[in-house]
């Protein structure tokens, strides 16, 4: 990250700091928050009767996730302006497995979207090794302005193995620590600015009968993120098991199972999911919860009044230095080759990324989510969490991207429904875990990098 974003102080103006998040700071929520959805937009033939082009896209705005609304409108705009082209939208919720196995199962099996937002790297890799998704290198020689909007910057942080860019993002992201200050406040605790400090706001909201962390034990994916980080650092958090199983991979799971055992989590926290784990905290039954901004969009005006977030933070005797997030550009829209291949398809398929991804969409899915623009704009008008968001972010000394953009898909699988919910309760130990995930994550050529064998 440009070392200029690491010097800002945190009394920068805000109009200061929209500038440097639309020139150099990007980076999608990849969280959502509903019911799968799909949707099939079925608009009256051209009264000409001429034959439509037909395009079928998927996305992860689909349900009640903040930005769907900005989403669909933007469809329904661009389907008035180009009624020639019938569009099927697919689009669903990102949470849990069900969005990653219909992309990877539509693509594996010849049933091609043509259009398409997914992840990149690890989910991404097999697809793109299997020529499936047009580089943007390559349709740039045709369509020098497709994407114009989006900053160079974006564009870098989306290259792949290979070097090559296939997917462009709409908003980048950051994770932290969300906390309801009003409870804090009510109940006389300090803000967990140092761990001791978190330990004492676990044990006093619990003692309280306030639940301290809306923790989904079933579906842990941000909880691994942070407790790994906060006790391995930056570069821990960025290792995948060549050279055997990490030891403060192990202190990071100790410390989840401490803080289960302090009474951290409620009850019910090994069948809460996702989505539960985001009411309970939107229902102010819970003082904090470990998300991404997205988080934001889904609250309330009146409860985003009430928060702010701040970064995980350093556990004892681990290896994190204060101000490091979770964070950056994890997904975006390509398209597929099938379409790029259909002399029709690949023109309207081009015509509608270049709108999804134009500036105007993207400051109002920023607005919406909570997330950093990947367009040159800047978004006015924020909530206060959200303003603590940017300048957390703008304050950051090291930004990772998350652990299941490394270690492939059966790895990460691994730790969420097979390691952490038997970790907490003592039924495994973190080195049984950890010493399965090594042995998936490095079961081609046991270097931890992946071969060129190919899924599809």
């Given amino acids: 990250m440009k070392d200029f974003i690491k010097s ?51 996305t992860m705005f689909g349900g009640t996730d903040p930005a769907a609304a900005v989403y669909e409108e933007a469809i329904l705009s661009f389907q008035d302006a180009n009624p020639s082209i019938e569009i099927t939208d697919e689009s669903m919720t990102s949470e849990g497995d069900g969005y990653r196995t219909k992309i990877k199962t539509d693509f594996s099996s010849g049933n091609d979207l043509d259009v ?79 761990w001791n400090k978190f330990e004492n706001a676990i044990q006093k909201f619990h003692q309280a009968g ?46 989840l199972r401490k803080i289960y055992d302090m009474g951290g989590f409620s009850k019910d926290a090994a069948t809460t999911d996702i989505e539960m784990a985001q009411d309970l905290f939107r229902k102010e039954k819970a003082a904090m919860i470990l998300e991404g901004s997205w988080l934001i969009g889904g609250c309330s005006e009146k409860l985003q009044k009430k928060m702010t977030v701040l970064p995980m933070p350093p556990a004892p005797n681990g290896k994190m230095e204060p101000d490091t997030l979770v964070a ?46 990947a367009a040159g704009v800047s978004v006015s008008g924020l909530s206060p969490v ?16 998350p652990i299941d953009s490394r270690l492939v898909p059966e790895a990460f699988n691994e730790i969420v429904k097979y ?3 038997y970790i907490v309760t003592g039924e495994k130990t973190p080195e049984d875990v950890l010493e399965q995930v090594r042995k998936i994550q490095n079961l081609r050529d046991g270097s931890g990098q992946e071969t060129e064998e190919k899924r599809y």
Wanted: overall charge positive.
């Fill in 386 to 401: 959200a303003k603590d968001g940017y300048v957390m972010f703008s304050r950051a000394k090291h930004r990772n991207m």
């Fill in 8 to 58: 800002i102080c945190s009394g920068v103006s805000l109009i200061l700091f929209s500038f440097l998040l639309m020139t150099g700071c990007t980076g999608p929520g990849s969280g959502r928050n509903a019911a799968d959805t799909k949707k099939i937009l079925d608009y009256p033939r051209n009264s000409s009767g001429v034959k439509r082009t037909a395009l079928r896209i998927a």
């Fill in 210 to 255: 306030i639940v301290p962390i809306a923790g989904p034990l079933a579906q842990s994916h941000y909880l691994i993120e942070h407790f790994i980080l906060s006790a391995t650092g930056a570069k821990g958090h960025q290792d995948v098991f060549a050279d055997g199983i990490n030891s403060d991979w192990i202190l990071g799971f100790q410390n």
């Fill in 116 to 194: 398409v937002f997914f992840y990149t790297r690890a989910d991404a890799r097999y697809i793109i090794q299997a020529g499936k998704l047009m580089p943007y290198e390559e349709m740039w020689k045709d369509y020098p302005d497709l994407a114009r909007d989006i900053t160079d910057f974006s564009r870098e942080a989306m290259r792949e193995f290979d070097g090559k860019i296939y997917a462009l993002p709409v908003t980048g992201f950051y994770e932290g620590l969300f906390l309801n200050q009003e409870l804090f406040q009510k109940y006389q605790v300090e803000l967990p600015t140092d």
């Fill in 328 to 373: 950056g550009l994890s997904s975006g829209y390509s398209v597929s080759t099938k379409a790029w291949q259909d002399p029709v398809k690949r023109k309207a398929a081009v015509k509608l990324v270049n709108t999804l991804l134009g500036s105007e969409v993207v400051l109002k899915m920023a607005a919406a989510n909570g997330g950093v623009p």
């Fill in 419 to 421: 390691g952490v919910p």
